[in-house]
């Protein structure tokens, strides 16, 4: 709950604490595979992954925000004000907004590089005007700031037992990997908002361009060559989780259960696509919930036999039930 996880955080101002539930509700509308993840965390870091979760989604929602017409002249100042407030929160600790009090305070209590920041809202920014990439370098260097950053944020939070500079590059993989699982998972939706972020050179060696992307949208008729380039993204989408894998074994103990999960479930969305014919263009696939209820109980178990070896057999393993029952609801 809400109020257990702000004071295991040692988080007692009553705005402050408002801030970090703002940015809890976010996670828990929007990133459900996400959300999951984390309540398998120990409790007195959940509050700051919700609020690095909750910045990422404020301004990913300025950026999308396309039902109040808004033009992306006016989206821009937006993120512009944004920037503004977080370098400001960063410097004194304010902030207008919720999210950005929040995201500050864990920035703060964690050491999170603020350059980290920075680079995200450099790539949001680019989201404005840019709407496909022409190679798949071009679209890692977006993602550097959109995704990469967002897993380096979160390891001073998850905490190493190897120095933090050798676990890094497995974490920005990991970040890569989840974006690109959601651009597979996302195409049809991104098409409907002006972008293709699968890379040019990749559609073009299947034979396909944005133009027969859309006829598919629209037609909701498939394409041989259209699944071609989606099988080759999954396994591109699928070697950047290789690269990322060795890094959860780099992790605080305490944290690997977790971020398994999120490696189960968001490669799970990869087997989703591929059993339902690759046709991301018509439906949106998902991790099935019987499928998240046996991942998380499988995260719940390693919880437990960590917490058991880690006391020996002073205490029994119902000692995590809390943390266990939550995570399970």
């Given at each position: 709950m809400t109020r257990r996880e702000l004071d295991?955080?040692?988080?007692?101002?009553?705005?402050?604490?408002?801030?970090?539930?703002?940015?809890?509700?976010?996670?828990?509308?929007?990133?459900?595979?996400?959300?999951?993840?984390?309540?398998?965390?120990?409790?007195?870091?959940?509050?700051?992954?919700?609020?690095?979760?909750?910045?990422?989604?404020?301004?990913?929602?300025?950026v999308d925000d396309l039902r109040r017409g808004r033009t992306p002249a006016e989206r821009d100042r937006l993120l512009r004000s944004l920037e503004s407030d977080l370098a400001h929160a960063l410097r004194t600790g304010g902030g207008s907004e919720p999210v950005v009090r929040a995201v500050a305070d864990t920035a703060g209590r964690y050491g999170i590089d603020h350059t980290l920041f920075a680079d995200f809202l450099a790539s949001m920014r680019a989201d404005l005007d840019v709407t496909d990439y022409a190679t798949y370098a071009d679209l890692r260097a977006y993602m550097h700031g959109s995704a990469a950053v967002i897993g380096l944020q979160m390891l001073p939070v998850l905490g190493t037992v190897v120095p933090r500079a050798e676990a890094a590059p497995h974490a920005a993989a990991l970040g890569v990997a989840f974006q690109l699982t959601?651009?597979?998972?996302?195409?049809?939706?991104?098409?409907?908002?002006?972008?293709v972020y699968l890379p040019a050179d990749l559609l073009a060696a299947h034979g396909v361009d944005r133009p027969l992307l859309e006829w598919s949208r629209r037609t909701g008729l498939g394409d041989a060559r259209i699944q071609a380039a989606l099988i080759a993204a999954e396994a591109l989408t699928r070697e950047v989780y290789r690269e990322a894998e060795p890094g959860i074994a780099m992790l605080d103990p305490r944290v690997r259960p977790c971020i398994r999960a999120a490696f189960t479930l968001y490669g799970g969305i990869l087997d989703a696509i591929a059993e339902q014919q690759y046709t991301v263009l018509h439906r949106r696939a998902a991790v099935s919930a019987t499928r998240r209820a046996a991942v998380a109980a499988a995260g719940l178990v390693q919880i437990a036999g960590a917490r058991w070896r880690a006391r020996g057999a002073r205490t029994a393993p119902d000692a995590v039930a809390p943390e266990c029952e939550e995570a399970a609801q």
């Open positions: 295991a955080a040692g988080i007692t101002d009553p705005a402050l604490r408002a801030a970090y539930a703002r940015c809890r509700l976010l996670n828990a509308r929007h990133g459900r595979t996400y959300f999951l993840a984390t309540r398998l965390l120990p409790v007195e870091r959940r509050s700051a992954v919700h609020a690095l979760y909750g910045f990422a989604r404020w301004a990913d929602d300025i959601n651009f597979l998972r996302d195409v049809g939706e991104d098409l409907d908002r002006g972008r």
